[in-house]
């Protein structure tokens, strides 16, 4: 006679028999699924995150109750009914059955019942309620974003300004928020137009969220739509869809700072948003030239004179609009730069912008920076650093900003401030070309030319054709002694600023050479009073120097000097150390106004 069935395998049998096993593998593998599409199809529809925290609460809490409902009820072809209790022998029956009769079910419950838990947590975990509380707040780049450029989904490519405009807007308002790192424009638009691993692009610029979306124009009607990622697991954190006429874009614009900089603030600590966005303009049209003057400014050369008329534009339908005033200012300041106007009517008219711009708004990063650059080349070193130091307090996260600033630093001599500012905005601004060849040359600057040369090469992989950082990498070779690097960086970048590679090729050698190719090399020089860039005045000096020729290397200088104005940088250079002993160097350093500022 078989032995009576212990109490807990009794116990199993009428799980088994009341078809509990069947109803966990069931409601776990259906509950999984469903928690995917939701959380598939919750961005598409632009459903809060709190559908997908009630969806999970109701999986969890229903669980139970059906495990008891399976227990109580059972269908039958009668309808639902209360469970029978068992039948005499029917319980030992099953627990005498063989394992092949009696696992299979119970294995599937359990992983009916992992299945949910399972789906619960990642679904926790992918709506950054669970956890970490959204991005990592461990790593030590938690508060950190990238704002890549929003898809222009308008009709046409010629409104590509004005989804690129609405990107930097609202780049630079989240700039704003304190104890938020927010990676630079120049970086973040490296990935324009390119399909994305979100995951590898919060690698390379360092972030831990990535802000993406779209921007769709017809007429006055604009939509735009943002979607947030953690950079480290690709998952959606927060999406907004905004239908607005162009008179609000300055809200829209606003209402999406504050969205994420509230979404990020309680995992990460930050300091509440306030209004992020200012109304800049009431006019639309206004605006819209605004932004198109932005986006021709960025291509520097002769599109600065069309960038000047655009804001001129902008100033003639609304003449109180700051920034259309700080975007004038620094298109004509740029001018001399380019050889596109003479530096002194250049920059007057660029200072009577600026200060237009500030009386406006004084809080006007961009403004104050205008006005730096301005008093800089007109060597009112002290206005220059207070403008500098005032833009970098309003603007802590603008790249541009601490660029501009070392460059300042570097010429008044103020190294390791300039140094330390290269390191922050290369922080924010990592996949830059021009701003690592800057990390480069002021480290070249003082004389560290290891890590310079590895900023330039950086540089130069960034941007092959940045003709400046070949030229700066060709300088340290020389200096370092390896003459055929130092060659072979000449050509490269002769040839890509319009110069002439065997002159460079020369000049490399002659300091090699001297005995040989000096007088070839000073033959060049002589010859190369209107060339630019390496061949300037400055350009001059320092090949002088390099050949031994102090005082042609001083008469380079003066020349320099002379007109009172204009870029000065690299006068205080390492390279020119052998002529710090001569008064008559002394004597230029005081006519450029830099002998009264001495390096701290």
């Known amino acids: 006679m078989a032995s009576k069935p212990r109490t807990y395998q009794s116990f199993f049998a009428e799980l088994?028999?009341?078809?509990?096993?069947?109803?966990?593998?069931?409601?776990?593998?259906?509950?999984?699924?469903?928690?995917?599409?939701?959380?598939?199809?919750?961005?598409?529809?632009?459903?809060?995150?709190?559908?997908?925290?009630?969806?999970?609460?109701?999986?969890?809490?229903?669980?139970?109750?059906?495990?008891?409902?399976?227990?109580?009820?059972?269908?039958?072809?009668?309808?639902?009914?209360?469970?029978?209790?068992?039948?005499?022998?029917?319980?030992?029956?099953?627990?005498?059955?063989?394992?092949?009769?009696?696992?299979?079910?119970?294995?599937?419950?359990?992983?009916?019942?992992?299945?949910?838990?399972?789906?619960?947590?990642?679904?926790?975990?992918?709506?950054?309620?669970?956890?970490?509380?959204?991005?990592?707040?461990?790593?030590?780049?938690?508060?950190?974003?990238?704002?890549?450029?929003?898809?222009?989904?308008?009709?046409?490519?010629?409104?590509?300004?004005?989804?690129?405009?609405?990107?930097?807007?609202?780049?630079?308002?989240?700039?704003?928020?304190?104890?938020?790192?927010?990676?630079?424009?120049?970086?973040?638009?490296?990935?324009?137009?390119?399909?994305?691993?979100?995951?590898?692009?919060?690698?390379?610029?360092?972030?831990?969220?990535?802000?993406?979306?779209s921007v769709q124009r017809v007429g006055d009607d604009v939509r735009i739509t943002a979607q947030l990622i953690d950079a480290e697991t690709g998952y959606h954190i927060w999406s907004g869809k905004y239908d607005r006429q162009l008179v609000d874009i300055f809200a829209v614009e606003d209402e999406i700072a504050r969205a994420i900089a509230d979404t990020l603030r309680a995992p990460l600590g930050l300091e509440p948003a306030s209004q992020l966005v200012r109304i800049a303009t009431e006019d639309a049209e206004a605006y819209e030239l605004y932004l198109q003057g932005q986006a021709t400014l960025m291509e520097r050369g002769p599109s600065l004179l069309r960038a000047i008329t655009l804001y001129e534009r902008a100033l003639d339908r609304d003449p109180d609009f700051a920034a259309a005033h700080a975007g004038l200012a620094e298109a004509q300041a740029l001018l001399p730069w380019y050889d596109l106007g003479d530096w002194r009517p250049s920059l007057q008219a660029a200072e009577e912008s600026a200060r237009r711009a500030l009386l406006i708004d004084s809080t006007s990063a961009r403004a104050h920076v205008a006005l730096a650059n301005i008093r800089r080349d007109m060597w009112d070193w002290t206005a220059a650093g207070e403008h500098y130091a005032r833009a970098v307090q309003l603007a802590p996260n603008d790249a541009e900003t601490k660029h501009q600033y070392a460059q300042y630093l570097s010429v008044v001599g103020r190294h390791d401030e300039a140094i330390e500012q290269t390191d922050l905005y290369l922080d924010l601004n990592p996949l830059s070309p021009i701003m690592n060849a800057g990390h480069g040359r002021t480290r070249m600057y003082v004389g560290r030319y290891d890590e310079a040369i590895e900023s330039l090469r950086r540089a130069i992989e960034l941007d092959p054709n940045l003709g400046l950082a070949h030229l700066w990498l060709m300088w340290c070779y020389v200096i370092t002694g390896q003459y055929d690097e130092a060659e072979a960086a000449g050509r490269m970048g002769a040839g890509l600023v319009g110069e002439d590679p065997e002159a460079y090729a020369t000049m490399v050698r002659a300091v090699e050479n001297p005995d040989e190719l000096k007088e070839a090399a000073l033959a060049i020089l002589a010859a190369s009073t209107d060339a630019t860039w390496e061949l300037s005045p400055m350009g001059q000096a320092k090949w002088y120097v390099l050949l031994g020729e102090n005082d042609l290397a001083l008469e380079a200088l003066r020349v320099l000097v002379e007109p009172g104005l204009g870029n000065i940088a690299g006068i205080q250079d390492q390279d020119l150390s052998p002529l710090r002993d001569d008064p008559r160097y002394n004597d230029l350093l005081e006519r450029a106004g830099l002998s009264e500022l001495p390096a701290r």
């Not at 469903?34 to 709190?50: E, R, S, T």
């Not at 975990?125 to 929003?150: K, M």
């Not at 590509?160 to 104890?179: C, H, K, M, R, W």
């Open 16 to 213: 088994k028999r009341r078809h509990v096993f069947k109803v966990a593998a069931v409601y776990g593998a259906v509950t999984f699924v469903v928690l995917q599409v939701i959380d598939l199809v919750a961005p598409a529809l632009n459903l809060p995150d709190v559908v997908m925290t009630a969806a999970v609460v109701v999986a969890v809490a229903a669980f139970p109750v059906t495990l008891v409902l399976a227990w109580v009820f059972d269908v039958t072809p009668k309808g639902v009914t209360r469970t029978d209790p068992a039948a005499s022998g029917e319980l030992a029956a099953i627990v005498a059955q063989s394992p092949g009769q009696r696992w299979p079910i119970g294995m599937l419950a359990v992983a009916g019942t992992m299945a949910l838990v399972i789906g619960v947590l990642w679904t926790l975990q992918r709506s950054g309620n669970w956890g970490t509380d959204g991005p990592s707040a461990t790593s030590e780049r938690a508060a950190s974003i990238a704002v890549l450029p929003f898809v222009n989904m308008s009709p046409g490519e010629e409104n590509e300004y004005f989804s690129d405009g609405i990107t930097e807007e609202i780049l630079n308002a989240l700039a704003q928020v304190p104890g938020l790192k927010v990676a630079a424009r120049t970086s973040a638009f490296q990935f324009k137009g390119q399909q994305l691993d979100l995951r590898d692009v919060g690698q390379k610029l360092n972030v831990a969220t990535i802000l993406e979306g």
